[in-house]
């Protein structure tokens, strides 16, 4: 059984936990309770269910293990686990409290604490800080508003030293459209052109790599993989 002492040590005390009154997304998303998503027995269609190899060794080729390092959207975080198990200094980070109490049981069954913490990218807690390296696959693009796509860069760009490098997974425009989602509201389906414009100001594009999504032996959704470096004095105020 889970020890909830574990999700009270690992979740600072000014995190509100989610209850069924207050559904958890963020500003500027289409889906509207993410610990729906995550409930215990489900997993979403979009999750990794072991490390995704080829993203972590794009994150270990520009990182380090002095470096600090945050995840956004870290879902069940297989990926963070992997990454702290290398001697990564990781904090991993979701807006669902249901997909931070999943990835606390899994850390206690391989007799390890993963630091890790509710967050909103879009209401940054004032006790965050910053960081030298930023890593998110699947959550920039789950904002489907213009300027919420925006925010998140801002953001992304205020808890990063200068210099500091931040590592993007998002859903390329080269995926067939998918006929019984006429509304797109599940993968999105990202230009490289309009990933650039967003990033720019704000970012020098380091590397662009093609990836993929999905389930093992199953990774048929491509991704556009970005590696950029915060340009300096680039702060940004709300």
């Known amino acids: ?15 509100a936990l989610a209850t069924q009154d207050e559904p958890q997304r963020m500003e500027g998303q289409l889906i509207h309770n993410w610990d729906e998503l995550f409930q215990r027995d489900n997993i979403p269609q979009w999750e990794d269910l072991e490390p995704n190899l080829g993203f ?13 390092v945050i995840e956004i959207g870290c879902g069940l975080g297989h990926n963070a686990l992997s990454l702290h198990h290398m001697g990564f200094d990781i904090l991993a980070t979701d807006c ?18 993963l630091k890790n913490r509710v967050l909103d990218i879009m209401n940054l807690p ?3 800080g910053q960081f030298d390296l930023v890593f998110d696959k699947g959550c920039w693009h789950s904002f489907f508003e213009f ?18 490098i931040w590592i ?20 999105p389906r990202w230009k490289l052109s309009g990933i650039v414009e967003m990033v720019e100001p704000r ?8 990836g993929s999504y999905g ?21 940004i105020k709300d």
């Not at 972590?56 to 600090?68: D, G, N, Q, T, Y």
């Not at 669902?96 to 604490?113: D, G, H, Q, V, Y």
């Not at 970012?203 to 093609?210: G, S, T």
């Open 215 to 235: 389930y093992h032996g199953e990774r048929n959704f491509y991704t556009w993989e970005t590696v950029l470096k915060k340009r300096n004095g680039q702060q």
């Open 147 to 164: 300027d919420a796509r925006r925010k998140y860069v801002d953001h992304i760009c205020n808890i990063l030293k200068d210099n500091g």
């Open 56 to 68: 972590l060794s794009l994150i270990k080729a520009h990182c380090s293990p002095e470096m600090k």
């Open 203 to 210: 970012f020098e594009i380091l590397k662009v790599q093609k």
């Open 96 to 113: 669902s409290i249901n997909a931070i109490r999943r990835l606390a049981e899994m850390a206690k069954k391989e007799n390890t604490i």
């Open 1 to 15: 059984t889970f020890d909830p002492d574990i999700i009270r040590l690992m979740i600072p005390l000014n995190c």
């Open 168 to 187: 993007n997974s998002s859903g390329s425009s080269e995926n067939l459209d998918d006929q019984k989602d006429p509304n797109h509201e599940t993968y």
């Open 126 to 128: 004032s006790d965050l």
